[in-house]
């Protein structure tokens, strides 16, 4: 906790941002809503906002995945976000892909570092949502791109107690001249992670990736991954890269243990 809050004056040193642009996620949320085909928007609250979700249950379900779009952009996002909420609901998999917090369109890493907070109180609410739905099923947080930094600022804040195990997609990316301030947290997790990336990524993704693998083999979880996805850059784009990452996840959910952390308590 420590370190966050040092992280926290580092980022509010950058960036003039003080909050999320509630606007613009209202916009962004009429969008969605008027153009939703596949889930139930639902709204849930943190620190006194509402946000959007997107609710797709799976019947019957092997357990439910709470999903975290990148920087900027919206639950139902077309490249990762919404191939995996709506591809996983079909694979047996609850989704929930909620809203994170947005600023202007063209705020850079920095600018978002102080509402990683913000955000990791979304999440809060958004697992204790799914264990309320589901509380003996596994719950999988997936994190693309600044979804990855602000599923980390949860778990410098709140641990890693509150969920079954984690996808980080394109762990680290940020912007040029911008280096992370803390690395993952990744060796002191207690659950299974799976690291995927493509393998034209952003060039701090793939320099970071033996660091970050190191940090999965020191957590010492036999479930965490990390896995290559040939001919895929950042944002997935494409039928075929799309395919795969969606396979590739299912894969790992499908055939990885999660039983360590069931059973618990949902913290209050």
């Not at 916009?27 to 849930?44: K, N, Q, S």
């Amino acid at each position: 906790m420590r370190g966050w809050l040092t992280v926290l004056m580092v980022g509010l040193a950058f960036s003039p941002a003080q909050g999320s642009d509630l606007e613009r996620e209202a916009r962004l949320a009429a969008e969605i809503e008027d153009t939703i085909v596949v889930g139930e928007p639902i709204y849930l609250t943190a620190d006194g906002h509402d946000f959007l979700a997107l609710y797709t249950p799976a019947e019957p379900a092997r357990g439910s995945t709470l999903i975290l779009h990148g920087r900027g952009y919206h639950p139902d996002w077309p490249l990762v976000a919404a191939p995996l909420r709506e591809g996983l609901a079909d694979a047996g998999w609850t989704t929930l892909s909620i809203q994170l917090p947005v600023l202007a369109k063209d705020a850079g890493y920095y600018d978002y570092v102080p509402v990683f907070p913000e955000a990791a109180a979304r999440i809060r609410s958004a697992l204790i949502h799914l264990r309320t739905m589901a509380a003996d099923e596994p719950t999988i947080v997936i994190a693309h791109s600044c979804g990855v930094h602000m599923a980390m600022a949860y778990v410098d804040i709140y641990g890693d107690s509150d969920f079954d195990g984690f996808v980080g997609i394109g762990m680290g990316a940020t912007d040029y001249g911008q280096p992370m301030r803390q690395p993952f947290p990744l060796a002191s997790m207690g659950i299974p992670v799976l690291d995927i990336f493509g393998a034209d990524e952003f060039p701090g993704v793939l320099r970071m990736a033996p660091e970050r693998k190191a940090g999965l083999a020191a957590g010492g979880n036999p479930g965490s991954r990390q896995f290559i996805v040939p001919d895929a850059e950042h944002y997935f784009e494409g039928d075929a890269a799309s395919a795969q990452l969606l396979e590739t996840i299912a894969e790992w959910l499908d055939t990885t243990d999660f039983r360590r952390n069931q059973q618990r308590p949902t913290r209050q």
